[in-house]
């Protein structure tokens, strides 16, 4: 079956920075998804990685390996708007979207 | 500068009810996705639509059904409401083809109870 892990809550210090990873087991690959949702908010779009390597935007940077089914998502310089959910999905050979559960970060002053 | 409208947030229905979601986007996207979200599991696709009058089941299409009457506007219905679809209720919507990231604009979510 079809998988994507990723831990459920991840407590982190404002000014830190956090990295949430993200496993996966697909059929197929074809480009790995981070979002970012608010508590009562609609999922807004983060990254987007297809090829190996970092891909980096501002404070937030993405990171993928596709040899081993593994991304991260690194938040620098965290402020207390970063609390909010992240979610990974991998979108598979038939071009659909499998989404991890997400993992909860808070951040305390 | 709302791009991806639902039109509840908030709705109490009572099991056996017929209940309409709707949701319109002002993109020109091609794409309309419904998925639900639910406590401890990733977004479940419950339909899609690549374009006008078409429409594809998603991984659980059951109890539920779809309408793409026109572009910009996709519905989902529930014939009979029951306890266990109590969810929150995404709308997505994306530009069409294959290739590139296709990434996806959601609604803000309507909230669904099922007494």
């Known amino acids: 079956g079809q998988n994507i892990d990723q831990p459920t809550e991840m407590t982190a210090t404002e000014g830190a920075i956090v990295q949430i990873n993200c496993t996966y087991q697909?059929?197929?690959?074809?480009?790995l998804f981070w979002y970012q949702q608010h508590a009562g908010e609609a999922p807004t779009f983060l990254s987007y990685?297809?090829l190996d390597g970092l891909e980096e935007k501002g404070r937030f940077s993405s990171f993928l390996s596709r040899s081993k089914g593994y991304s991260y998502l690194l938040l620098k310089e965290l402020q207390m708007k970063d609390s909010a959910s992240y979610l990974c999905?991998?979108?598979?050979?038939?071009?659909?979207?499998?989404w991890g559960a997400g993992t909860k970060l808070i951040i305390k002053p | 500068d709302v791009k991806v409208t639902q039109s509840s947030r908030y709705l109490v229905k009572r099991t056996g009810e017929k209940v309409f979601l709707e949701c319109v986007q002002d993109?020109?996207?091609?794409?309309m996705f419904w998925y639900r979200q639910d406590p401890g599991l990733g977004l479940r696709l419950i339909y899609f639509?690549?374009?006008?009058?078409?429409?594809e089941k998603g991984d659980i299409p059951e109890g539920y059904s779809v309408s793409r009457e026109k572009k910009e506007r996709f519905s989902l219905i529930l014939e009979s409401a029951s306890t266990n679809q109590t969810s929150m209720y995404l709308c997505?919507?994306?530009?069409?083809?294959?290739?590139?990231?296709?990434?996806?604009?959601f609604g803000a979510g309507s909230r669904l109870t099922v007494l």
């Open positions: 997505a919507s994306s530009t069409g083809g294959a290739s590139g990231a296709n990434v996806l604009t």
């Open positions: 993109m020109d996207h091609e794409n």
């Open positions: 639509s690549y374009d006008v009058k078409m429409k």
């Open positions: 697909t059929s197929g690959f074809n480009g």
């Open positions: 990685n297809v």
């Open positions: 999905a991998v979108r598979d050979s038939n071009y659909q979207l499998i």
